[in-house]
């Protein structure tokens, strides 16, 4: 009689026990590797436009302002959540006119907070590429970086005088920051 190769019942499950608890081991991994990915992703995407702006701004010599945007057409919105967009500020009012252009845009993220105290309203590029805000006597500030996970994972983009955005896990003086 031929001998039939193959496995038992019990080895079966003792392979699919196994795969289960890789599994269950995996998973939430992989979810904080999704959620860090989305949360790199959207900094990349802010700090990109922040050279943009600031790249734009020194070549043209003409003041460049970044500021929240839901439509990717004008500074309406009231969260830098819905999306931003980069232009070429020539009367220096935070506002698309007729005669400026639409640099770069960027929709938000699902899931995401982005807060800024210094930087709430726009962030404006001077010719000489440093930063201005609405705050009379700040010129730099920072943007918090938020996900459901909370202040643990927060980052912090740091934007100092000179116009360069770093990145961070605390807030230009030690502080962790708050997400909420």
């Known amino acids: 009689m031929r001998r039939e190769d193959g496995f038992t019942l019990i080895e079966l499950m ?3 026990g196994l795969m289960a608890l890789l599994l ?3 998973v939430p991994a992989m979810n904080m590797f999704v959620s860090n990915a989305r ?6 995407d802010f ?3 922040m050279h943009i702006a600031r790249s734009t701004a020194i070549t043209t010599n003409a003041r460049v302002t970044i500021c929240p945007s839901a439509s990717g057409g004008d500074c309406e919105a009231v969260s830098w959540d819905d999306g931003w967009i980069v232009f070429g500020d020539l009367d220096s009012d935070q506002n698309v006119d007729a005669d400026e252009s639409i640099i770069a845009a960027s929709a938000g993220i699902d899931g995401l907070s982005i807060v800024s105290g210094e ?4 962030l404006m590029y001077r010719p000489n590429g ?5 705050s009379v006597n700040s010129n730099s500030g920072q943007f918090t970086v938020c996900d459901r996970r909370g202040s643990d994972h927060a ?3 740091i934007v100092d005088l000179s116009g360069r955005p ?5 807030l230009a003086d030690g502080r962790v920051p708050g997400c909420g």
């Open 155 to 157: 980052k912090v983009l």
């Open 166 to 170: 770093r990145l961070s896990d605390r």
């Open 119 to 122: 930087f709430a309203q726009y």
């Open 14 to 16: 003792i392979a699919i």
């Open 24 to 26: 269950s081991m995996a």
């Open 39 to 44: 949360q790199t992703g959207a900094v990349n």
């Open 47 to 49: 700090v990109s436009s």
């Open 130 to 134: 440093r930063v201005m805000n609405a």
